[in-house]
Protein backbone atom coordinates (compact mmCIF):
# COMPACT_ATOMS: atom_id res chain seq x y z
CA UNK A 1 0.00 0.00 0.00
CA UNK A 2 2.85 2.36 0.77
CA UNK A 3 4.60 1.31 -2.27
CA UNK A 4 1.46 2.43 -4.33
CA UNK A 5 1.25 5.78 -2.92
CA UNK A 6 4.87 6.87 -3.70
CA UNK A 7 4.51 5.59 -7.29
CA UNK A 8 1.31 8.02 -7.77
CA UNK A 9 3.35 10.62 -6.14
CA UNK A 10 5.95 10.36 -8.48
CA UNK A 11 4.03 9.93 -11.66
CA UNK A 12 1.96 13.31 -10.83
CA UNK A 13 5.48 15.21 -10.32
CA UNK A 14 6.54 13.59 -13.94
CA UNK A 15 3.01 15.19 -15.09
CA UNK A 16 3.66 18.49 -13.47
CA UNK A 17 6.97 19.40 -14.50
CA UNK A 18 7.55 17.99 -18.34
CA UNK A 19 11.07 17.85 -19.83
CA UNK A 20 11.91 20.44 -22.16
CA UNK A 21 13.72 17.84 -24.75
CA UNK A 22 14.33 20.91 -27.43
CA UNK A 23 14.87 24.43 -26.62
CA UNK A 24 16.06 25.66 -29.68
CA UNK A 25 18.77 28.10 -29.18
CA UNK A 26 20.94 29.59 -31.48
CA UNK A 27 22.95 32.84 -31.70
CA UNK A 28 24.48 35.05 -33.96
CA UNK A 29 27.00 38.10 -33.80
CA UNK A 30 28.84 41.43 -36.18
CA UNK A 31 31.35 43.44 -35.64
CA UNK A 32 30.38 47.16 -34.96
CA UNK A 33 32.45 48.51 -37.30
CA UNK A 34 35.77 48.12 -39.31
CA UNK A 35 36.51 44.64 -39.18
CA UNK A 36 40.60 45.91 -39.79
CA UNK A 37 42.32 48.55 -38.46
CA UNK A 38 45.71 50.82 -38.41
CA UNK A 39 46.71 52.13 -35.16
CA UNK A 40 46.74 51.27 -31.68
CA UNK A 41 45.03 51.24 -28.99
CA UNK A 42 41.90 50.52 -29.85
CA UNK A 43 38.58 48.63 -28.74
CA UNK A 44 36.95 46.51 -31.34
CA UNK A 45 33.01 46.21 -30.42
CA UNK A 46 30.73 43.67 -31.30
CA UNK A 47 26.65 43.44 -31.20
CA UNK A 48 24.73 40.27 -31.13
CA UNK A 49 21.15 38.34 -30.19
CA UNK A 50 20.55 35.02 -28.54
CA UNK A 51 17.24 33.32 -29.12
CA UNK A 52 15.11 30.67 -28.05
CA UNK A 53 12.09 28.63 -26.99
CA UNK A 54 10.45 30.82 -24.15
CA UNK A 55 11.51 30.08 -20.47
CA UNK A 56 14.59 28.54 -21.52
CA UNK A 57 17.28 29.04 -19.25
CA UNK A 58 20.69 29.67 -20.40
CA UNK A 59 24.24 31.06 -19.43
CA UNK A 60 26.01 32.66 -22.30
CA UNK A 61 29.92 33.84 -22.41
CA UNK A 62 32.48 35.51 -24.96
CA UNK A 63 34.82 33.30 -26.91
CA UNK A 64 37.73 35.25 -27.66
CA UNK A 65 40.67 34.14 -29.84
CA UNK A 66 43.42 36.89 -30.32
CA UNK A 67 46.81 36.21 -31.87
CA UNK A 68 45.83 32.53 -31.35
CA UNK A 69 45.20 32.58 -27.65
CA UNK A 70 41.89 31.97 -26.33
CA UNK A 71 39.94 33.97 -23.71
CA UNK A 72 36.44 33.56 -22.20
CA UNK A 73 34.80 36.10 -20.86
CA UNK A 74 31.43 35.65 -19.01
CA UNK A 75 28.55 37.05 -19.76
CA UNK A 76 25.36 36.49 -17.55
CA UNK A 77 22.69 34.25 -17.30
CA UNK A 78 19.08 34.90 -18.15
CA UNK A 79 15.86 32.89 -18.70
CA UNK A 80 15.01 33.54 -23.00
CA UNK A 81 11.61 35.73 -23.27
CA UNK A 82 9.61 35.68 -26.39
CA UNK A 83 11.95 37.56 -28.27
CA UNK A 84 15.66 37.96 -28.90
CA UNK A 85 18.12 39.19 -26.92
CA UNK A 86 20.62 41.39 -27.50
CA UNK A 87 24.24 41.60 -25.91
CA UNK A 88 27.89 43.08 -27.05
CA UNK A 89 30.59 42.50 -26.50
CA UNK A 90 34.07 44.88 -26.69
CA UNK A 91 37.83 43.61 -27.21
CA UNK A 92 40.46 46.76 -25.89
CA UNK A 93 43.91 45.81 -28.42
CA UNK A 94 46.88 47.28 -27.72
CA UNK A 95 49.15 45.19 -30.00
CA UNK A 96 49.11 44.01 -33.65
CA UNK A 97 47.11 40.80 -34.25
CA UNK A 98 48.41 37.66 -36.00
CA UNK A 99 47.08 34.68 -36.07
CA UNK A 100 43.68 32.74 -35.71
CA UNK A 101 41.89 36.00 -34.44
CA UNK A 102 38.28 36.42 -33.60
CA UNK A 103 35.02 36.97 -31.19
CA UNK A 104 31.76 34.75 -30.92
CA UNK A 105 28.99 33.85 -28.22
CA UNK A 106 28.96 31.05 -26.40
CA UNK A 107 25.62 29.57 -24.62
CA UNK A 108 26.06 26.85 -22.28
CA UNK A 109 24.29 25.51 -19.34
CA UNK A 110 21.31 25.67 -21.51
CA UNK A 111 17.82 24.11 -19.54
CA UNK A 112 16.53 21.09 -21.00
CA UNK A 113 19.58 18.82 -22.04
CA UNK A 114 20.49 20.95 -25.24
CA UNK A 115 24.16 20.71 -26.21
CA UNK A 116 26.47 23.97 -26.09
CA UNK A 117 25.58 26.41 -28.88
CA UNK A 118 28.37 28.53 -30.52
CA UNK A 119 27.66 32.06 -33.18
CA UNK A 120 29.43 33.17 -36.14
CA UNK A 121 33.08 33.60 -35.50
CA UNK A 122 33.56 37.24 -36.31
CA UNK A 123 37.60 37.75 -37.57
CA UNK A 124 38.97 41.14 -36.68
CA UNK A 125 42.61 42.18 -37.45
CA UNK A 126 44.61 45.24 -35.90
CA UNK A 127 48.24 46.86 -37.27
CA UNK A 128 49.01 48.83 -34.45
CA UNK A 129 52.38 50.23 -36.84
CA UNK A 130 51.09 52.66 -39.35
CA UNK A 131 52.72 51.68 -42.69
CA UNK A 132 54.96 54.63 -44.07
CA UNK A 133 52.99 56.32 -47.08
CA UNK A 134 54.47 56.66 -50.58
CA UNK A 135 55.33 60.16 -51.08
CA UNK A 136 53.57 61.94 -54.30
CA UNK A 137 54.96 63.32 -57.08
CA UNK A 138 56.28 66.80 -56.09
CA UNK A 139 54.04 69.53 -57.60
CA UNK A 140 55.93 71.53 -59.84
CA UNK A 141 56.38 75.39 -58.86
CA UNK A 142 53.64 77.80 -59.94
CA UNK A 143 53.77 80.33 -63.00
CA UNK A 144 53.46 83.57 -62.49
CA UNK A 145 52.33 86.96 -64.31
CA UNK A 146 49.17 85.72 -65.96
CA UNK A 147 47.84 88.13 -68.59
CA UNK A 148 47.25 88.58 -72.40
CA UNK A 149 48.35 89.93 -75.65
CA UNK A 150 47.12 90.50 -78.54
CA UNK A 151 50.95 91.69 -80.52
CA UNK A 152 52.54 88.88 -82.57
CA UNK A 153 55.77 89.44 -81.46
CA UNK A 154 55.21 89.11 -78.09
CA UNK A 155 53.73 85.82 -78.52
CA UNK A 156 56.62 84.98 -80.52
CA UNK A 157 58.70 85.51 -77.68
CA UNK A 158 56.64 83.07 -75.03
CA UNK A 159 55.79 80.69 -77.90
CA UNK A 160 58.37 80.74 -80.66
CA UNK A 161 57.98 81.76 -84.37
CA UNK A 162 55.04 79.13 -84.56
CA UNK A 163 53.33 80.81 -81.79
CA UNK A 164 53.68 84.45 -83.44
CA UNK A 165 51.78 82.92 -86.36
CA UNK A 166 49.21 81.20 -84.32
CA UNK A 167 48.57 84.43 -82.70
CA UNK A 168 48.13 86.10 -85.86
CA UNK A 169 45.89 84.28 -87.21
CA UNK A 170 43.67 83.46 -83.89
CA UNK A 171 43.29 87.30 -83.58
CA UNK A 172 41.49 87.02 -86.61
CA UNK A 173 38.82 85.06 -84.97
CA UNK A 174 38.98 86.68 -81.83
CA UNK A 175 40.80 84.58 -79.94
CA UNK A 176 42.62 84.96 -76.16
CA UNK A 177 46.37 85.01 -76.01
CA UNK A 178 46.99 84.04 -72.65
CA UNK A 179 50.77 84.05 -71.62
CA UNK A 180 52.34 83.96 -68.38
CA UNK A 181 56.46 83.49 -66.85
CA UNK A 182 57.83 80.30 -66.31
CA UNK A 183 59.36 79.25 -63.04
CA UNK A 184 62.90 79.61 -62.79
CA UNK A 185 63.21 77.02 -59.80
CA UNK A 186 63.97 73.86 -62.59
CA UNK A 187 64.95 73.44 -66.16
CA UNK A 188 63.21 70.13 -66.81
CA UNK A 189 60.45 69.36 -64.04
CA UNK A 190 57.38 70.64 -66.16
CA UNK A 191 56.03 69.09 -68.92
CA UNK A 192 53.53 71.59 -69.61
CA UNK A 193 50.94 73.67 -68.27
CA UNK A 194 46.65 73.77 -68.34
CA UNK A 195 44.46 76.60 -68.56
CA UNK A 196 41.68 76.97 -66.43
CA UNK A 197 38.67 79.28 -66.26
CA UNK A 198 37.96 80.09 -62.19
CA UNK A 199 35.85 82.46 -62.40
CA UNK A 200 31.93 81.73 -60.25
CA UNK A 201 33.65 79.66 -58.07
CA UNK A 202 34.42 77.14 -61.12
CA UNK A 203 37.54 75.52 -61.93
CA UNK A 204 36.93 73.94 -65.24
CA UNK A 205 39.54 72.85 -67.32
CA UNK A 206 40.26 74.79 -70.76
CA UNK A 207 42.80 74.01 -73.14
CA UNK A 208 46.31 72.26 -72.30
CA UNK A 209 49.64 73.18 -73.40
CA UNK A 210 51.78 70.51 -73.18
CA UNK A 211 55.23 71.68 -75.35
CA UNK A 212 57.44 72.08 -72.28
CA UNK A 213 58.58 74.77 -69.66
CA UNK A 214 59.34 77.85 -72.06
CA UNK A 215 56.43 78.03 -74.36
CA UNK A 216 54.16 79.95 -71.87
CA UNK A 217 50.85 81.13 -74.45
CA UNK A 218 47.96 79.75 -74.98
CA UNK A 219 45.48 80.48 -77.30
CA UNK A 220 41.12 80.45 -75.78
CA UNK A 221 38.77 80.48 -78.66
CA UNK A 222 36.33 82.81 -78.49
CA UNK A 223 32.92 81.41 -76.23
CA UNK A 224 29.52 81.85 -77.60
CA UNK A 225 29.16 84.79 -75.25
CA UNK A 226 32.39 86.85 -75.91
CA UNK A 227 35.62 86.83 -72.89
CA UNK A 228 33.52 89.88 -70.99
CA UNK A 229 33.94 89.04 -67.42
CA UNK A 230 35.41 85.65 -67.29
CA UNK A 231 38.90 85.15 -65.43
CA UNK A 232 41.34 82.34 -65.81
CA UNK A 233 44.44 80.58 -64.05
CA UNK A 234 46.81 77.94 -65.71
CA UNK A 235 49.27 75.65 -63.45
CA UNK A 236 52.03 74.03 -64.47
CA UNK A 237 51.90 69.92 -64.58
CA UNK A 238 54.40 67.29 -64.72
CA UNK A 239 53.36 63.90 -65.24
CA UNK A 240 50.38 63.04 -62.95
CA UNK A 241 51.59 66.15 -60.51
CA UNK A 242 50.12 69.72 -60.92
CA UNK A 243 51.10 72.92 -59.05
CA UNK A 244 48.87 75.23 -57.72
CA UNK A 245 46.79 77.79 -59.46
CA UNK A 246 48.48 80.94 -60.78
CA UNK A 247 47.07 84.43 -60.12
CA UNK A 248 43.56 84.96 -61.83
CA UNK A 249 43.54 87.08 -65.34
CA UNK A 250 40.08 88.55 -65.80
CA UNK A 251 38.79 90.05 -68.94
CA UNK A 252 36.88 93.18 -68.38
CA UNK A 253 35.11 94.36 -71.45
CA UNK A 254 37.22 94.17 -74.52
CA UNK A 255 40.04 91.22 -74.54
CA UNK A 256 42.01 93.43 -76.82
CA UNK A 257 43.24 97.18 -77.14
CA UNK A 258 45.21 98.23 -80.50
CA UNK A 259 48.68 97.84 -79.87
CA UNK A 260 51.68 99.55 -82.00
CA UNK A 261 54.98 98.25 -82.75
CA UNK A 262 57.90 99.78 -83.55
CA UNK A 263 60.52 98.21 -86.20
CA UNK A 264 63.57 99.91 -87.36
CA UNK A 265 64.66 98.02 -90.46
CA UNK A 266 67.74 96.77 -91.96
CA UNK A 267 69.06 98.31 -95.81
CA UNK A 268 69.45 95.48 -97.30
CA UNK A 269 71.21 97.19 -100.44
CA UNK A 270 71.90 100.08 -102.56
CA UNK A 271 72.83 100.84 -105.99
CA UNK A 272 74.19 104.10 -107.43
CA UNK A 273 72.95 103.79 -110.96
CA UNK A 274 73.19 106.24 -114.28
CA UNK A 275 72.77 107.09 -118.08
CA UNK A 276 75.29 108.46 -119.78
CA UNK A 277 75.80 109.76 -122.88
CA UNK A 278 78.79 111.33 -124.46
CA UNK A 279 80.18 112.48 -127.72
CA UNK A 280 83.39 113.61 -128.65
CA UNK A 281 85.25 115.30 -131.82
CA UNK A 282 88.50 116.09 -130.94
CA UNK A 283 89.04 118.79 -133.42
CA UNK A 284 92.22 121.69 -133.42
CA UNK A 285 91.76 123.49 -130.31
CA UNK A 286 89.39 121.02 -128.69
CA UNK A 287 89.89 119.94 -125.19
CA UNK A 288 88.84 116.92 -123.72
CA UNK A 289 85.85 115.54 -120.92
CA UNK A 290 86.82 116.47 -117.27
CA UNK A 291 83.53 114.60 -116.80
CA UNK A 292 84.10 112.34 -113.44
CA UNK A 293 81.65 109.02 -113.17
CA UNK A 294 80.10 110.37 -109.46
CA UNK A 295 80.63 113.77 -107.47
CA UNK A 296 82.23 111.71 -104.23
CA UNK A 297 80.69 109.23 -101.61
CA UNK A 298 77.13 107.89 -101.00
CA UNK A 299 74.56 107.09 -103.61
CA UNK A 300 74.71 110.12 -106.43
CA UNK A 301 71.38 111.77 -107.35
CA UNK A 302 71.05 114.65 -109.93
CA UNK A 303 72.73 115.44 -113.23
CA UNK A 304 76.27 116.59 -114.81
CA UNK A 305 76.71 118.86 -117.93
CA UNK A 306 80.06 118.56 -119.79
CA UNK A 307 79.97 120.34 -122.56
CA UNK A 308 83.65 121.74 -124.70
CA UNK A 309 83.52 123.75 -128.23
CA UNK A 310 85.98 125.26 -130.59
CA UNK A 311 85.72 127.66 -133.00
CA UNK A 312 82.28 127.17 -133.16
CA UNK A 313 83.04 123.33 -133.54
CA UNK A 314 81.29 120.77 -130.74
CA UNK A 315 84.51 119.43 -129.55
CA UNK A 316 82.68 117.12 -126.80
CA UNK A 317 79.22 116.86 -124.80
CA UNK A 318 78.88 114.39 -121.55
CA UNK A 319 75.69 114.19 -119.86
CA UNK A 320 75.40 112.10 -116.73
CA UNK A 321 72.31 111.51 -115.29
CA UNK A 322 72.50 109.80 -111.97
CA UNK A 323 69.80 107.92 -109.56
CA UNK A 324 70.44 105.99 -106.17
CA UNK A 325 68.04 103.06 -105.65
CA UNK A 326 67.53 101.40 -101.78
CA UNK A 327 65.45 98.13 -100.70
CA UNK A 328 65.32 97.38 -96.82
CA UNK A 329 64.64 93.68 -95.10
CA UNK A 330 60.93 93.98 -93.70
CA UNK A 331 61.80 90.95 -91.45
CA UNK A 332 59.36 90.51 -88.48
CA UNK A 333 57.26 94.00 -89.92
CA UNK A 334 56.76 92.26 -92.87
CA UNK A 335 55.12 89.27 -91.36
CA UNK A 336 53.18 90.66 -89.28
CA UNK A 337 51.81 93.40 -91.57
CA UNK A 338 50.32 90.03 -93.58
CA UNK A 339 47.68 89.50 -90.56
CA UNK A 340 44.35 91.35 -91.65
CA UNK A 341 44.09 93.61 -88.80
CA UNK A 342 47.73 94.92 -88.89
CA UNK A 343 48.57 97.80 -91.01
CA UNK A 344 51.47 100.34 -91.03
CA UNK A 345 50.67 103.22 -88.41
CA UNK A 346 54.14 105.54 -89.95
CA UNK A 347 56.35 104.52 -91.74
CA UNK A 348 59.67 106.90 -92.80
CA UNK A 349 62.53 106.89 -94.93
CA UNK A 350 65.42 109.26 -93.48
CA UNK A 351 68.71 109.87 -94.66
CA UNK A 352 71.80 112.45 -95.05
CA UNK A 353 73.09 114.38 -98.05
CA UNK A 354 76.70 113.37 -97.25
CA UNK A 355 78.52 115.44 -100.27
CA UNK A 356 77.52 118.57 -102.24
CA UNK A 357 75.89 121.53 -100.67
CA UNK A 358 72.87 121.93 -103.18
CA UNK A 359 69.50 120.62 -101.42
CA UNK A 360 67.54 120.74 -104.69
CA UNK A 361 69.38 118.33 -106.69
CA UNK A 362 67.35 115.60 -105.29
CA UNK A 363 63.99 116.23 -106.32
CA UNK A 364 61.90 113.21 -106.28
CA UNK A 365 61.53 109.60 -104.27
CA UNK A 366 59.79 106.71 -106.59
CA UNK A 367 59.44 103.40 -106.75
CA UNK A 368 61.44 101.25 -109.36
CA UNK A 369 59.80 99.15 -112.24
CA UNK A 370 62.16 96.27 -111.62
CA UNK A 371 64.61 94.70 -109.10
CA UNK A 372 67.98 96.20 -109.91
CA UNK A 373 70.12 94.73 -106.94
CA UNK A 374 72.09 92.75 -109.78
CA UNK A 375 73.08 96.55 -111.67
CA UNK A 376 76.00 97.46 -112.90
CA UNK A 377 76.64 100.63 -110.97
CA UNK A 378 78.59 102.18 -113.81
CA UNK A 379 77.98 101.04 -117.78
CA UNK A 380 79.36 104.33 -119.96
CA UNK A 381 78.38 105.38 -123.63
CA UNK A 382 75.00 103.89 -123.60
CA UNK A 383 71.90 105.91 -123.89
CA UNK A 384 69.70 103.70 -121.34
CA UNK A 385 70.51 100.76 -119.86
CA UNK A 386 68.19 97.88 -119.68
CA UNK A 387 66.80 96.31 -116.45
CA UNK A 388 67.67 98.87 -113.75
CA UNK A 389 64.62 101.65 -112.68
CA UNK A 390 65.42 104.05 -114.61
CA UNK A 391 61.48 104.87 -115.01
CA UNK A 392 59.24 104.74 -111.70
CA UNK A 393 55.87 103.25 -111.93
CA UNK A 394 52.39 105.21 -110.94
CA UNK A 395 52.59 104.53 -107.05
CA UNK A 396 54.98 107.28 -106.47
CA UNK A 397 55.83 108.99 -103.24
CA UNK A 398 54.98 111.98 -103.14
CA UNK A 399 58.04 114.63 -102.39
CA UNK A 400 56.11 117.49 -100.93
CA UNK A 401 55.74 115.08 -97.66
CA UNK A 402 59.91 115.47 -97.59
CA UNK A 403 60.72 116.72 -94.68
CA UNK A 404 64.61 118.49 -94.60
CA UNK A 405 66.53 119.98 -91.84
CA UNK A 406 69.96 120.96 -93.19
CA UNK A 407 70.92 117.88 -94.56
CA UNK A 408 68.79 115.54 -93.31
CA UNK A 409 66.17 114.19 -94.73
CA UNK A 410 62.90 112.42 -93.85
CA UNK A 411 60.24 111.21 -96.20
CA UNK A 412 56.77 109.35 -95.62
CA UNK A 413 56.45 106.07 -97.23
CA UNK A 414 53.70 104.89 -95.13
CA UNK A 415 51.62 103.29 -98.15
CA UNK A 416 54.99 102.28 -99.85
CA UNK A 417 55.58 99.71 -97.18
CA UNK A 418 52.16 98.61 -96.62
CA UNK A 419 51.14 97.66 -99.69
CA UNK A 420 55.07 95.77 -100.02
CA UNK A 421 54.04 93.86 -96.92
CA UNK A 422 50.42 92.72 -97.91
CA UNK A 423 51.82 91.88 -101.42
CA UNK A 424 49.58 94.13 -103.01
CA UNK A 425 52.96 96.05 -104.67
CA UNK A 426 56.78 94.41 -106.05
CA UNK A 427 59.02 95.08 -103.30
CA UNK A 428 61.82 96.90 -105.38
CA UNK A 429 62.41 99.70 -102.76
CA UNK A 430 62.89 103.21 -103.51
CA UNK A 431 64.08 105.08 -106.55
CA UNK A 432 66.26 108.61 -105.66
CA UNK A 433 66.14 110.52 -108.31
CA UNK A 434 66.90 114.49 -109.57
CA UNK A 435 65.55 117.33 -110.92
CA UNK A 436 66.99 116.96 -114.10
CA UNK A 437 66.72 113.46 -115.90
CA UNK A 438 66.99 115.06 -119.75
CA UNK A 439 69.60 113.10 -121.76
CA UNK A 440 69.48 115.15 -125.15
CA UNK A 441 72.53 117.15 -124.73
CA UNK A 442 73.07 120.09 -123.11
CA UNK A 443 75.68 123.58 -124.11
CA UNK A 444 75.66 124.38 -120.65
CA UNK A 445 78.23 123.16 -118.49
CA UNK A 446 76.06 123.09 -115.57
CA UNK A 447 75.81 120.50 -112.61
CA UNK A 448 73.41 119.34 -110.02
CA UNK A 449 74.69 116.02 -108.03
CA UNK A 450 74.93 114.97 -104.48
CA UNK A 451 75.45 112.03 -102.40
CA UNK A 452 72.96 110.82 -100.13
CA UNK A 453 73.89 107.71 -96.88
CA UNK A 454 72.87 106.95 -93.98
CA UNK A 455 69.39 105.59 -95.02
CA UNK A 456 67.05 103.90 -92.17
CA UNK A 457 63.82 103.25 -92.14
CA UNK A 458 61.48 103.21 -89.40
CA UNK A 459 58.05 101.65 -89.36
CA UNK A 460 54.93 101.51 -86.50
CA UNK A 461 52.40 98.47 -87.03
CA UNK A 462 49.32 98.72 -85.76
CA UNK A 463 47.67 95.54 -84.48
CA UNK A 464 43.77 96.01 -84.23
CA UNK A 465 41.34 94.04 -81.82
Known amino acids: MKIWLFATLALCFLIIQPRLANAAVTAALS?????????????????????????TKVTYSFNRYVSSAQHVVNGATLTLPSGPVAVND????SSSTS??????????NISGGQADVYSNEVHFTVNCVLATPTPGPTPPPTPGSLNSTNDPQVCTAHGGF???????????????????????????????????????????????????????????????????????AVTAF??????????????????????????????NNSRTVYH??????????????????????????????DYGSSIGVTCYEDTLVYQGAVNFELGSA???????????????????????????CLAAVHLPTSDWSNAQDLIPNNDFISGIPWSS???????????????????????????????????????????NEDTSGFHDNNQCASGYGNFSLNVQVIIQP
Not at 238 to 266: I, K, M, W
Open 393 to 435: NSESVNMPGVKISGSNYSIDVSSAINNFAKGNWPDYGFLLMGG
Open 99 to 108: GVTFDQIWVH
Open 31 to 55: VVGPSSYNGCPVTVKFSGTISGTVG
Open 276 to 305: HYSYSFPGPGCGLSTTGTAPGPGLTVGFVH
Open 162 to 232: GGGLACSAGFSNGWLALIWSAPNACSNCIGGYNVYRVDGGQHTFVVKQNNGKDVTLALVTKPSDGFSGKCY
Open 90 to 93: SIPI
Open 334 to 360: GILLRNSKASVKSATLAFQRVDGSNAS
Open 238 to 267: AGHAESSDSGPYCVNGAVDTPVVRNFNLTL
